[in-house]
């Protein structure tokens, strides 16, 4: 039902955020364990970490934080209190600057357990930021579905996940709008 997938590693973000499907329902990081599989499965947790009830409301702090970033490159108006919350999460994940083989500068998570896989997420981030592909990746305007897409139209002015969709259904419901306003202004 929804949309193409974003550029290389930012997938692994948009991905992240997509856990959750408001529109269904549906939640995928139910408890610690679900989170484990996740992030193993997206090669984002290495090791034999175990993870707590903690490390769950950390990751899912930072999912519904990028969400509202997502939103606000959609438009929306930030909430005041998602830098904060970003913020003190991102104090609690370390990484560090790394030279690659090619003499470039990337960014390396330093931390264990849930905050090594957050600060993979956060380098993804920080490099999609400096090549301009950030400001692309957003999430569904219509406010039952807000699902993570990649806006690929050619002047990044895409606002739902699907036009076949949400779109149509929004553009359906602003019609019916304006018909009902025009009927009670007679």
């Excluded at 997938?5 to 995928?28: H, I, K, Q």
């Excluded at 913020?87 to 030279?99: E, K, M, T, Y």
């Excluded at 960014?107 to 905050?115: D, I, K, Q, W």
Aim: contains cysteine; negative net charge.
């Amino acid at each position: 039902m929804h949309d193409q997938g974003a550029p290389g590693d930012l997938e692994l973000v948009r991905a992240f955020v997509n856990t959750l499907d408001m529109e269904d329902g549906r939640e995928e990081l139910t408890d610690p364990r679900s989170l484990r599989d996740w992030l193993e499965a997206h090669g984002l947790l290495h090791g034999d970490a175990e993870l707590g009830e903690d490390d769950l409301r950390a990751a899912l702090t930072f999912r519904e934080c990028l969400r509202d970033l997502l939103a606000a490159n959609n438009c929306h108006p930030l909430p005041a209190d998602t830098v904060g919350k970003l913020n003190q999460l991102v104090g609690a994940i370390r990484v560090a600057f790394r030279f690659d083989p090619d003499g470039g500068l990337d960014l390396e998570p330093c931390s264990s357990g849930v905050y090594e896989a957050l600060g993979h997420m956060l380098a993804i981030i920080y490099a999609a930021m400096l090549e301009g592909t950030w400001q692309r990746l957003k999430v569904c305007r219509d406010e039952g579905c807000q699902w993570a897409f990649y806006d690929h139209s050619k002047n990044r002015s895409g606002t739902w996940c699907t036009m076949q969709v949400c779109g149509s259904r929004n553009k359906a419901r602003n019609y019916r709008s304006r018909k009902r306003a025009q009927t009670t202004a007679r």
